[in-house]
């Protein structure tokens, strides 16, 4: 029997919010096609919860958590290194881009979207995950540093700068 990828679900934003709704549901991090090219490997899964409000103003929005641990590449050693995402966001539904371009940018608060009556939810999922990977994932104590201290760490173009400034003779 052939394996069948996982069926995400697809949703109206605007009324799983006016609903109230809410889903939970995990799946394997190979089915999430931009942040696999990310990856060391596709091992894991990513388990998420999203929920629908509305708050007192009818404004809508949804509520997403997430978590995974997922295997990037050292940028020192080039080894894998599990990284543990845990995220939340409150992603604010607007009916277009103009009404998201007339709001005020505020540094901190929630993000806003143009919700609309086909979001497909690993979409949602996966912008937050490519949000949340750190620009240089490192070990905590790399292979490749060997433990070392700073001051410890060999640097192979240390004596360069002497020779550049004629102190090193041959």
Not at 66 to 80: E, H, V
Request: hydrophobic letters at 40%.
């Amino acid at each position: 029997m052939p394996h069948r990828p996982p069926r995400f679900p697809v949703i109206d934003g605007f009324e799983f919010a006016a609903a109230g709704r809410s889903m939970r549901g995990a799946w394997p991090v190979e089915t999430f096609p931009r942040l696999r090219g990310l990856l060391h490997d596709n091992a894991g899964a990513v388990e998420c919860e999203l929920r629908g409000v509305r708050d007192a103003h009818g404004r809508s929005r949804l509520e997403l958590q997430l978590w995974a641990t997922l295997a990037l590449t050292c940028r020192s050693c080039l080894g894998a290194v599990a990284v543990n995402v845990h995220e939340q966001a409150t992603l604010w539904l607007a009916r277009s881009q103009a009404e998201i371009d007339a709001q005020q940018l505020a540094a901190e608060g929630p993000d806003s979207i143009v919700g609309s009556k086909g979001m497909v939810v690993r979409d949602l999922v996966e912008d937050e995950l490519l949000l949340a990977l750190p620009y240089a994932p490192r070990h905590e104590s790399c292979p490749a540093q060997g433990g070392a201290s700073p001051a410890e760490r060999r640097r192979p173009f240390a004596g360069l700068r002497g020779l550049m400034r004629g102190r090193i003779r041959h």
